[in-house]
């Protein structure tokens, strides 16, 4: 028997790669899912094509970087559903050139990857809280990554030793810095804050140069946003796996 069928949930940056198969995932499990892009058209026509093989998914405009955007998605939720189980915050860029120096990546590339790597996961979570709020068991998924783990930066025996991207890895690392604050304050309350790296997943991103399918990739997400009520609050895991800040 499904248990997940009376939860909604809401993905950013759901119209392609591991949003997108989160969305496959959390609706193949029963949960009504918000299939939120930035583009309606394109949000519309894969919550049709998933609608059409059973799914219970619903297409939302949203662009995380736009406040009006974001105001407009939560009076949507708010008439739809009136509250809101599971959010995870997936939208996200890597802007940099790897082949540049860290010194010589642009202003611009910094500016463009903060805005929508952190500052939008900030501004898009506070607005949907008092709907997290709402729920019997609130779930906050922010979608980070291994280049965020400052332990493993700094390991020259760590497989990400040579690849840098510094305003990315930064961005991360400021979203599980956020995590945590945000668990901190929520941690008396029904609502969980885990990030969660997906892996090395091959996506547009990486122009599909990556050691995981993009199925496997969404697992991490999936994962967390199911978890019962002994689930985590506060961590950073890869599947399940510890992974060091």
Known sequence: MNTHNDRIALVTGATRGIGAETVRQLAQAGVHTLLAGRRHEAALALAL???AEGLPVEALQLDVTDAQSIANAVEQVTARHGRLDILINNAGVLLENPAVAPSAQPQEVWH???R???HAVVAVTQAFLPLLHRSSAGRIINVSSELASQTRQADPTSTIWDFRVPAYSASKAA?????????YELRDTAI????VDPG???TDMNEGDGELEIADGARS??????AGSDGPTGSFTHRGETLPW
């Open 112 to 114: 463009d990857t903060l």
């Open 175 to 183: 979203v599980n810095s956020w995590t945590l604050s945000l668990a």
């Open 192 to 195: 969980t804050v885990n990030a």
């Open 200 to 202: 090395y997943v091959k």
């Open 116 to 118: 929508t790597n952190l």
């Open 49 to 51: 094509k998933l609608q």
């Open 221 to 226: 997400s999936v994962q967390m946003a199911l």
